[in-house]
C-alpha cells in the first residue's frame, strides 16, 4: 500500500508541474494569436521558407506552429497558399519542419525541468529542423520524388473557438494527461516487472545506442519517441531529479525525443494533409539517431565545468557516466 501511495504523489507531483507550466503558456500564446501579434511577427520567417523551398506564405504557418503547436499550424496550411499549387514535397518539408519544433514554449519549459538548458535544446531543435528539411528539400529537387501534387485526405478548416470553447478544450486536455501520465507510470511498472520492458528495449537499444543513449534513458526516451515530449519529458524530470539518470544522458535523451517524438499521432496528422511518411517518419528517425550520435561525440570531449555552465541547468549530483 505504500508502494501505491508513494506513486499516486509522485504521479501527481509531475502532473503538478506539468499543469503549472502548460496551463498558462497555452493561454498566453492563445492570446498572442487571436490578437494578431503572431500574424505580424510572421513575414519575418519567408526568407527561411525561401531556403528551403517553400511558399512564404507558410511562415506564418511554421510561426503558429513553433508558439502554438501542430494542431495550430495544420488549419493554416491550404488557407495560406492553394492545395493546387502545393506538392507531395512541399507539404513533407513543410510537415517535417514542424514535426521537429512545435509547442516550444511549453515542451521546452518541460525539458528545462529535467534539466537541460532551455536556449540550447531550442536552438538544436528548431536548427535540426531546418537542417533535416534543407537536406529534404535538395534530395527531392534533384531526385524529382514526390513532386506530385498533393492529395490530401483531409483538409482542414481554420476555426478559432469562442473562449468558453477553448478554455473546456483545455480543461479536457489537462484531464487527459493525468489520466495517460497515471497510465504510464503503472505501465511502464508493469511492463518492468513483467520483463516485457526489457523484451522492447532490447530491441530499441541497437538504435538507442547508435545515438548514445543507453541505460534507464533509454527507457523514457522511447516513452517520448512514442508518446511524446509532455509524457517522456514529464516522467525524465523524476529521473533526473532522482539522479538515477546521469545529466548528459539526460541532455542526449531530450535532444533526441526533441528531434523525434510523438512519431505515431504527429505522424499521422501530417500525413492526412499530404505529406509521405519516409519523409515525415523514416527519414526523420534516421535523422535524430545521426544527429544525436554526433551531438554524443561533442558532448563526450567536453569538460564538466562546461558542460554544467553552458547546456544544464538541472542539479549537479548525480552519477557518474559509465
Known amino acids: 500500500m505504500d508502494v501505491i501511495t508513494r506513486k499516486v504523489k509522485e504521479t501527481l507531483e509531475i502532473y503538478w508541474v506539468l499543469v503549472k507550466i502548460t496551463v498558462p503558456i497555452a493561454i498566453i500564446t492563445e492570446l498572442l494569436s487571436r490578437y494578431g501579434v503572431i500574424k505580424a511577427v510572421a513575414p519575418v520567417f519567408a526568407p527561411v521558407m525561401n531556403l528551403v523551398g517553400l511558399p512564404p506564405e507558410l511562415g506564418l504557418a511554421w510561426l503558429t506552429a513553433m ?15 492553394p492545395v493546387s499549387s502545393l506538392s507531395v514535397a512541399d507539404v513533407t518539408i513543410f510537415s517535417a519542419l514542424i514535426l521537429f519544433a512545435h509547442g516550444l514554449p511549453i515542451e521546452q519549459k518541460i525539458i528545462e525541468k529535467a534539466g537541460p538548458g532551455m536556449l540550447a535544446t531550442t536552438v538544436l531543435r528548431v536548427g535540426g529542423g531546418l537542417l533535416y528539411a534543407f537536406i529534404l528539400h535538395h534530395i527531392l529537387t534533384a531526385t524529382g520524388w514526390m513532386s506530385a501534387p498533393v492529395n490530401p485526405t483531409w483538409i482542414p ?20 494527461m493525468l489520466v495517460i501520465l497515471f497510465a504510464l ?27 548514445g543513449i543507453r541505460g534507464e534513458a533509454g527507457h523514457l526516451t522511447a516513452v517520448g519517441l512514442f508518446l511524446g515530449i ?67 561525440a561533442l558532448l563526450a570531449r567536453m569538460s564538466d565545468e562546461r558542460f554544467f555552465a553552458r547546456i544544464y541547468r538541472g542539479p549537479v549530483a548525480a552519477p557518474a557516466e559509465g
Open 67 to 81: 508558439l502554438v503547436g501542430i494542431w495550430g499550424a495544420v488549419p493554416l496550411i491550404f488557407t495560406l497558399v
Open 157 to 176: 478548416i481554420a476555426a478559432t473557438p469562442d473562449w468558453a470553447s477553448y478554455l473546456w478544450g483545455l480543461g479536457e486536455t489537462m484531464v487527459w
Open 185 to 211: 507510470t503503472i505501465g511502464l511498472d508493469l511492463l518492468k516487472v513483467s520483463g516485457i520492458l526489457g523484451l522492447m528495449m532490447k530491441l530499441l537499444s541497437p538504435l538507442l545506442r547508435l545515438a
Open 230 to 296: 509532455s509524457y517522456g519529458g514529464g516522467l525524465l524530470i523524476r529521473e533526473a531529479q532522482s539522479g538515477l539518470v546521469s545529466p548528459r544522458q539526460v541532455f542526449l535523451a531530450c535532444v533526441f525525443m526533441g528531434f523525434a517524438h510523438s512519431v505515431i499521432e504527429d505522424t499521422l496528422v501530417v500525413m492526412s494533409v499530404g505529406a509521405d511518411v519516409w519523409g515525415v517518419l523514416v527519414g526523420r528517425v534516421v535523422f535524430a539517431i545521426a544527429a544525436t550520435a554526433i551531438i554524443a
